[in-house]
């Protein structure tokens, strides 16, 4: 059985551009939650979907979107990018609606804001 | 809001010895979970050990038991002779009750077991 799988692994941007992440979860799993990762403010929650709809979002500014497809792919997307938006951007997939079962982690998308 | 608290940023181990990583946290929730998830040098998050707040009882896999005092808001990981393999980041994260997978996580320690 495939891992979640996120695409790309690594970009370079740059300052004002936007980005397009994905990410493909497990096959069966309806959950899919992202994460930024920085050294600075460690794993902050970003927002979670669920049969296609948002169920939480972070506290993170509106630059910062998503969006789930009905085969529960996800993407998330940042306009005009800043020098802080560089970070590791995870994904995770679960086949529950609730914290009865593991979150399997993808291995993130490098993003750096030049 | 919640907030989960590591205060360890870094530890080491010799090989085949015992290390204990703290965590502590704050809510007023009643139903929750806890976890340690292990993030190894440039590879994946992978769930350690879970706890659920309603179980008195510790949880344990293999090498990995973890010290859950619930009036202390404390939950610490015991990992039993260590192993190379151990080396890694290793996070604290706290887990709402109800319908929702979303995550709290602590700053992380950084485990490294030397041979």
């Known amino acids: 059985k495939a891992g979640v799988t996120q695409t790309p692994r690594y970009l370079i941007k740059t300052r004002g551009q936007q980005v397009t992440l994905s990410c493909s979860p497990i096959?069966?799993?309806?959950?899919v939650s992202w994460y930024q990762q920085t050294p600075g403010q460690g794993l902050q929650f970003l927002f979670e979907?669920?049969?296609?709809?948002?169920?939480n979002k972070g506290n993170f500014p509106g630059r910062f979107s998503g969006r789930q497809f009905s085969n529960s792919r996800s993407e998330m997307n940042v306009s005009t990018l800043e020098l802080g938006d560089s970070a590791l951007y995870l994904c995770?997939?679960?086949?529950?609606?609730?914290?009865?079962?593991?979150?399997?982690f993808g291995e993130g998308s490098r993003l750096t804001v030049l | 809001a919640q907030t989960v608290t590591q205060s360890q940023p870094e530890m080491s181990v010799q090989e085949a010895e015992t290390v204990t990583l703290s965590c502590t946290y704050d809510?007023?929730?009643?139903?929750?979970?806890l976890f340690w998830y292990k993030q190894p040098p440039s590879r994946q998050m992978i769930l350690v050990i879970r706890?659920?707040?309603?179980?008195?009882q510790n949880a344990t896999e293999n090498r990995f038991s973890v010290n859950f005092q619930k009036a202390a808001k404390s939950f610490s990981l015991k990992i039993s002779d260590s192993q190379l393999g151990d080396t890694a980041m290793y996070f604290c994260?706290?887990?709402?009750?109800?319908?929702?997978?979303?995550?709290?996580f602590g700053t992380g320690t950084l485990l490294a077991v030397q041979p």
């Open positions: 706890q659920e707040a309603y179980k008195q």
């Open positions: 096959s069966g799993h309806r959950s």
């Open positions: 995770a997939s679960s086949s529950q609606g609730r914290l009865t079962g593991e979150l399997f």
């Open positions: 809510t007023s929730e009643s139903n929750y979970y």
């Open positions: 994260a706290f887990g709402y009750g109800g319908a929702t997978n979303k995550l709290i």
């Open positions: 979907y669920f049969s296609e709809t948002q169920r």
